[in-house]
């Protein structure tokens, strides 16, 4: 079974009905790489999921070309905001996000209460103390 505080391929949508407790329906939603799980989201509509997942990895130096300052570094915690169809197909990248740190720092605030807005056409989150609009297709 899957820990949403560990790094996972896929994971399994399920939809019960609370009439019941039967499974109406069951489908995997798998990324890329394996990644961590902070956020998902179901479209009020049903039809679409959006995610919000966390690559981990260790701070690195900045490349010659995006230097602007030799003490900060890429912190190696990247944020990506994904989206796909309920059934877990056709996944979209929408935005990817890896916060500066100097040595010693660590990322403080990440994107969070990511929600569709009604109509489904659209994700909001706060991040940073703003609350973000972004189209829920690329």
């Known amino acids: 079974s899957a820990r949403w505080d560990q790094p996972v391929a896929s994971f399994n949508l399920y939809e019960i009905s609370l009439k019941d407790g039967a499974i109406e329906n069951e489908h995997m939603v798998a990324f890329p790489e394996p990644v961590l799980i902070r956020e998902a989201v179901l479209s009020s509509d049903r039809l679409k999921l959006g995610w919000l997942v966390l690559h981990k990895s260790k701070p690195r130096q900045l490349d010659a070309v995006t230097m602007s ?48 807005l009604p109509g489904g056409k659209r994700l909001s989150f706060f991040y940073l103390r703003a609350l973000y609009l972004v189209p829920g297709t690329e």
């Open 69 to 116: 300052s030799r003490d900060l570094l890429h912190s190696g915690e990247r944020t990506e905001l994904w989206t796909c169809r309920s059934d877990g197909s056709a996944p979209v990248l929408l935005a990817s996000e890896e916060p500066l740190i100097r040595e010693g720092e660590h990322v403080k605030e990440y994107p969070r209460c990511l929600r569709w």
